[in-house]
């Protein structure tokens, strides 16, 4: 339902900008939408929730689909491209609370409380700061999740996406925002990406309106910083990117799995050029997977330098040693 909703949400922007075109919405399962008894971390495939969708895709069955950010791997494969990033949702992660719940924090929760997650990620930070409440996996799409939250006793509260709540229309449901001191949150997390045939100019020209600038520069950032940890949904890499008065602010983490070994650092850096005309071969660059012609190039480079100059940062002072120990009790 959630992806249903976020593709009519992104043909409906299509449609306004060209009224002439004819939009049909071709619905699809993915590997990732049907392996629902395994924590997505353990199944080990890169395009869990893509692979499906890009076969449409290249057979020209489809011209466009619509992701999350946050599933696309940072390496796209050949022939592909993100040819949209739109505008941000907020991008913070939200706790929801069972109904007996309803009114606290997860700082007033009973110990031992039991609170469901499938993401590393969460799980690691927030055992940190709650360690007297319990993680425990669950999966799902949206209405999966909120069903056995809310009719079994099985979970005090679970932790998703506050971007996803918004675009269903259930804000009444989010008890709690994770501040980025709370919890980092997800490359790309909060945004959608329209991905497209890298050599089919009509249709990359046509979804390009989509940009949204500062979306743009903060995930080619963040997806920088996470494909030079090489990073994925197997170890916990973390996140927050802010646009002010020209400066682009990255903050990375990396995080053992129980949390208690972890390096955070910000960085920043200048975006502020001025778009320039590119007429030439310089037009279809990809800067982590995106196709960004409306954004200026010089910028697009520097969010991408920052992403890897942080990641660097943090190689530097022993992240590749947590993540791959993370990794290896994962896949444990």
């Not at 609370?97 to 990620?121: A, D, Q, W, Y």
């Not at 089919?200 to 046509?206: A, G, H, T, Y």
């Not at 996470?226 to 949904?233: A, I, N, S, V």
């Not at 502020?272 to 279809?284: A, I, L, R, V």
Request: proline share 4%; glycine share 6%.
């Amino acid at each position: 339902q959630l992806a249903r909703v976020q593709t009519d949400s992104i043909v409906e922007m299509l449609r306004e900008l060209y009224p002439d075109l004819n939009f049909e919405i071709v619905a699809m399962a993915t590997t990732g939408d049907k392996i629902l008894d395994t924590a997505l971390s353990k199944i080990g495939e890169k395009s869990l929730f893509t692979k499906e969708l890009e076969t449409a895709l290249e057979k020209n069955e489809v011209d466009l689909v619509v992701h999350s950010l946050k599933d696309l791997p940072t390496s796209l494969p050949p022939g592909f491209t993100i040819g949209a990033v739109c505008k941000r949702e907020n991008p913070l992660d939200a706790v929801v609370f069972h109904p007996k719940n309803c009114g606290k924090t997860l700082s007033l929760l009973p110990e031992k409380s039991v609170i469901g997650t499938s993401s590393l990620r969460r799980a690691a930070q927030l055992k940190k700061k709650f360690p007297q409440l319990e993680f425990r996996d669950i999966r799902g799409n949206l209405n999966t999740r909120l069903k056995k939250l809310d009719e079994k006793e099985d979970f005090s509260a679970i932790i998703l996406a506050a971007a996803g709540l918004k675009r269903m229309g259930w804000d009444n449901r989010i008890g709690q925002l994770l501040s980025p001191e709370d919890c980092l949150y997800a490359v790309g997390q909060g945004a959608l990406a329209v991905e497209v045939r890298a050599k089919d100019q009509e249709i990359l020209n046509m979804v390009s309106a989509l940009h949204d600038a500062d979306t743009v520069l903060c995930c080619i950032a963040e997806r920088a910083f996470m494909k030079h940890l090489e990073g994925g949904c197997s170890v916990p890499v973390a996140v927050n990117s802010m646009l002010k008065d020209g400066q682009l602010y990255l903050t990375g983490a990396v995080y053992s799995l129980d949390g208690s070994d972890s390096l955070k650092e910000t960085m920043q850096t200048s975006v502020n050029y001025p778009q320039q005309s590119e007429d030439g071969p310089n037009d279809d660059v990809q800067h982590v997977g995106i196709t960004a012609k409306n954004v200026p190039s010089k910028a697009q480079e520097a969010a991408e330098s920052l992403g890897v100059e942080l990641a660097s940062l943090l190689q530097s002072k022993g992240a590749k040693h947590i993540l791959s120990v993370a990794r290896q009790l994962n896949d444990a």
